[in-house]
């Protein structure tokens, strides 16, 4: 790797910049892993456990264009404008319009295979063709931007700061604007979704060309030989710390977000209270932003981002624990765990994507060669797999407590939809710590070694 001396130094320009990059992902991914199984279910008709089977089948097309599209990045060379960064203008267009027609409500009324193939098709553009071709670009530019660890934490936090407040906008916002009374239940508007997915799909544009704007690629990273991909994938499902993170990773998403997803029917339907929701979402975000962000970089380097974010993954667990013992009878009680469960992984989610550079520098040195965008590819399919894995999950569950649009109040039903929503998370948070402690092997002082190795490497 060799610095690009022509470029303005790392700055407080970049740490923005990146934090945009996340933004626009998360303005259609948050929504489509938050609200999409609410609107097929309650506007479009369609049982849950469909919704969560072909959002599960999407995933095999994943499989294919995630890791290709991870090699075209890495065997590329860059342009004027970088290897990566051209990608946030080509691909921020498609991946909007892509997301805003999944929610079309005008459908609703259509016969029920067109709003299944609807369904399918849209969902299908946006998660696996487009979604794919500009995320695993802006992902794998941590590395081009700069090669001093330290720098990479502040990215990481900055990209988990955009990824909050894409979090806050929807989670506060939505439940607020989407809901309509119904004869005095709170149900959610079809059309004030599609007018929703529109503003939204506008807002990712605008965020990803902030992203372009303000960041650099100032690592001219080496490219890749155009090899077998299999045989590079063969090299690289023998690394543990790999392997653990993609584990750890898969957990984590399919945790996350089913309890978020299962907060769209623990707060309308159990206890009757959207705004409550609103405050949930508004507050579980601005705990990250005043807690974690701020904190995350010196508690990481204190004790090490794998230590950090297991004890902070199985602090939310115990939390999730309480909730259903203690049942609080109020929405807004209801609020204070749900906000001390995602302040707890927030901790995890503010240094992930460091972790994920610590990986590709692990296998460079296992292996020889720098495969950032393979890599990042193969860990963008595992979230994908565990965001499919929580649609399919919570789908599933949701069948099994019984819900549909006929018992969507029925006490019996919605109390078993409480029970889920504590213990199913809980468990999975657990099982996040358990993998990190047990399968990821980087600590903190392995992370320094290899640092060091690098930095020797590079500059013969």
């Known amino acids: 790797m060799a610095a690009n001396s022509s470029q303005r130094p790392f700055g407080f320009a970049d740490r923005v910049g990146y934090m945009f990059g996340d ?24 049982s849950p456990g469909t919704v969560g089977l072909l959002m599960m089948l999407a995933r095999f097309v994943d499989a294919f264009t995630d890791v290709g599209m991870g090699r075209w990045v890495d065997t590329v060379r860059p342009t004027r404008h970088g290897r990566f960064r051209p990608w946030l203008l080509r691909i921020c267009g498609p991946v909007a319009v892509s997301s805003f ?19 399918f098709v849209t969902y299908l553009l946006w998660g696996s063709v487009f979604y794919t071709a500009i995320n695993i670009p802006y992902g794998s530019m941590a590395s081009a931007i700069t090669d001093d660890p330290a720098q990479r934490t502040q990215l990481s936090t900055w990209r988990t700061i955009g990824s909050t407040l894409a979090g806050m906008v929807i989670g506060a916002g939505t439940p607020l604007l989407a809901y309509v009374t119904v004869n005095g239940r709170q149900v959610l508007s079809g059309p004030r979704m599609t007018v929703i997915a529109g503003v939204f799909s506008i807002a990712a544009v605008a965020s990803y060309l902030a992203c372009f704007a303000l960041v650099r690629e100032r690592v001219t990273l080496p490219v890749s030989e155009r090899g077998s991909p299999l045989k590079l994938l063969g090299e690289l499902a023998t690394s543990r710390a790999l392997i653990g993170i993609l584990l750890a990773a898969i957990l984590l998403l399919l945790s996350m ?66 909730c259903w013992w203690v049942r609080p009878a109020g929405a807004y009680g209801f609020v204070v765990f749900f906000t001390l ?120």
């Open 257 to 322: 977000l089913m309890l978020n997803g299962m907060a769209n029917y623990v707060f309308p339907n159990y206890y009757g209270n959207v705004a409550a929701q609103s405050t949930a979402a508004l507050a579980g975000n601005a705990a990250i932003l005043a807690v974690c962000a701020p904190t995350a970089g010196a508690l990481s380097k204190r004790f090490g981002k794998r230590s950090l974010s297991a004890a902070a993954c199985l602090g939310s667990s115990l939390v999730l624990l309480a």
């Open 101 to 119: 027609l999944i929610y079309q409500s005008w459908l609703a009324a259509a016969p029920y295979g067109v709003r299944l193939v609807w369904m």
């Open 23 to 46: 933004l626009g992902n998360d303005f259609t991914f948050i929504l489509s892993s938050t609200f999409m199984m609410k609107f097929y279910t309650d506007v479009m008709g369609v």
């Open 341 to 460: 469960a995602l302040m707890g992984v927030g901790f995890f989610n503010t240094v992930i994507w460091a972790m994920i550079t610590d990986v590709i520098d692990d296998a460079e040195l296992r292996t020889g060669r720098r495969s950032d965008g393979t890599i990042y590819a193969v860990y963008s399919f595992s979230r994908k797999l565990g965001q499919a894995f929580s649609s399919g999950l919570t789908g599933a569950l949701l069948g099994l407590a019984g819900y549909s649009e006929a018992t969507a109040f029925d006490p019996a039903v919605t109390g078993r939809i409480f029970t889920i929503a504590c213990v199913a998370p809980a468990m999975g948070f657990a099982a996040v710590a358990a993998v990190l402690w047990l399968v990821y092997p980087l600590g903190r002082k392995q992370v320094r070694e290899n640092a060091a190795r690098l930095a020797e490497k590079h500059s013969q």
